[in-house]
């Protein structure tokens, strides 16, 4: 797993080579079969009032250490201008097979970056090598004792993985099953953050063991996260169920839960006031045959919760 942190970071760093890009449909550069899929809005994170208020000084404090900035003024990137979202698509078995896409969109001088990417690798005793997989050209950097990582630029984005196979039948395209489907659909594009993974088969049988989720699991379907970022924080888990009885049980499961853990937090003396009025503040609700749970943070919790973390 070491290894797969260490090539995907460095398929994040080969970000560069992607062109200056408008972002196209998020779909486009998923693989067929992704159970789990993740988008960052990073430009609309970037310039939201909570990070420029709490983060954004630490931020570019981060960026201006020597190494960093020695990697920004030899490409040209700037992150808080140049990235805009990045998309990521995985298998739920990825820690064995590998198998997972990055998707980045920006505006990148791919000339130069690449140019500081060869130089980079030849620095760290790494290769970095181009070949012509038909009229796409494939990029491979591989660090020593390492998993190699492989890159491309297709619909108008920079694509990267750490197995070649994956990264190619991503970029030919195919239609996605149709849970995942269904939950991309929810994803307006707006979003700070939206996650979405397909309760597999192999996750409703191990939920089926669990006390209570008996007959609950083996019609499950989907969940997705979605954050939105402006000066406070909007936060949504939702489960979609087969019907609406499972989502009754479902609901009924969550809502009896949620009082318990309160009063167990409200008993703790080592526990922040800020951090029981947030817990207070989350909330279960269902619609038809979906289950959310809802956390809204405004802007005056935060500034509490930021000095209580001093």
Same mark, same amino acid.
């Given at each position: 797993?070491? #290894?797969?942190?260490?090539?995907?970071?460095?398929?994040?760093? /080969?970000?560069?080579?992607?062109? *200056?890009?408008? =972002?196209?449909?998020?779909?486009?550069?998923?693989?067929?079969?992704?159970? $789990?899929?993740?988008?960052?809005?990073?430009?609309?994170?970037?310039?939201?009032?909570?990070?420029?208020?709490?983060?954004?000084?630490? %931020?570019?404090?981060?960026?201006? +250490?020597?190494? %960093?900035?020695?990697?920004?003024?030899?490409? @040209?990137?700037?992150? $808080?201008?140049?990235?805009?979202?990045?998309?990521?698509?995985?298998?739920?078995?990825?820690?064995?097979?590998?198998? $997972?896409?990055?998707?980045?969109?920006?505006?990148?001088?791919? *000339?130069?970056?690449? *140019?500081?990417?060869?130089?980079?690798?030849?620095?760290?005793?790494?290769?970095?090598?181009? #070949?012509?997989?038909?009229?796409?050209?494939?990029?491979? !950097?591989?660090?020593?004792? +390492?998993?190699?990582?492989?890159?491309?630029?297709?619909?108008?984005?920079?694509?990267?993985?750490?197995?070649?196979?994956?990264?190619?039948?991503?970029?030919?395209? @195919?239609?996605?099953?149709?849970?995942?489907?269904?939950?991309?659909?929810?994803?307006?594009?707006?979003?700070? /953050?939206?996650?979405?993974?397909? %309760?597999?088969?192999?996750?409703?049988?191990?939920? *089926?063991? +669990?006390? @209570?989720?008996?007959?609950?699991?083996?019609?499950?379907?989907?969940?997705?996260?979605? !954050?939105?970022?402006?000066? @406070?924080?909007?936060? =949504?888990?939702?489960?979609?169920?087969?019907? !609406?009885?499972?989502?009754?049980?479902?609901?009924?499961?969550?809502?009896?839960?949620?009082?318990?853990?309160?009063?167990?937090?409200?008993?703790?003396?080592?526990?922040?006031?800020?951090?029981?009025? /947030?817990?207070?503040?989350?909330?279960?609700?269902?619609?038809?045959? =979906?289950?959310?749970?809802?956390?809204?943070?405004?802007?005056?919790?935060?500034?509490? /919760?930021?000095?209580?973390?001093?």
């Amino acid at each position: 797993m070491r #290894s797969l942190r260490t090539t995907m970071a460095l398929g994040l760093a /080969l970000l560069c080579l992607a062109p *200056a890009a408008r =972002a196209a449909e998020p779909d486009k550069l998923l693989p067929a079969d992704a159970e $789990l899929v993740a988008m960052i809005n990073f430009k609309q994170i970037i310039d939201s009032p909570l990070v420029k208020k709490h983060a954004l000084d630490k %931020i570019k404090e981060a960026l201006s +250490q020597p190494d %960093i900035k020695k990697a920004v003024e030899a490409t @040209g990137l700037d992150p $808080l201008k140049d990235i805009t979202s990045i998309w990521m698509a995985a298998k739920t078995d990825v820690a064995a097979t590998k198998k $997972l896409v990055v998707a980045v969109r920006g505006n990148f001088d791919a *000339a130069k970056i690449e *140019a500081a990417a060869k130089a980079s690798a030849k620095e760290r005793g790494a290769t970095f090598e181009s #070949s012509k997989e038909g009229a796409l050209t494939v990029y491979k !950097t591989s660090e020593p004792g +390492q998993d190699a990582m492989f890159s491309t630029f297709a619909d108008k984005a920079f694509v990267a993985s750490p197995v070649k196979d994956y990264l190619l039948s991503t970029v030919k395209g @195919g239609k996605l099953n149709t849970a995942m489907a269904s939950a991309l659909g929810k994803c307006s594009g707006k979003e700070s /953050l939206f996650v979405a993974g397909v %309760i597999t088969k192999e996750l409703k049988d191990a939920l *089926a063991m +669990q006390k @209570g989720f008996e007959n609950i699991a083996p019609k499950l379907e989907y969940a997705t996260i979605t !954050t939105t970022v402006t000066d @406070g924080v909007d936060l =949504a888990v939702t489960v979609m169920t087969s019907d !609406t009885k499972t989502a009754d049980a479902l609901k009924l499961i969550a809502a009896l839960a949620l009082p318990g853990l309160k009063k167990e937090v409200e008993k703790n003396a080592a526990v922040p006031a800020e951090v029981k009025e /947030l817990l207070e503040k989350v909330k279960v609700s269902s619609d038809k045959t =979906a289950v959310s749970v809802t956390l809204n943070v405004p802007a005056d919790l935060i500034d509490k /919760l930021a000095k209580a973390a001093k």
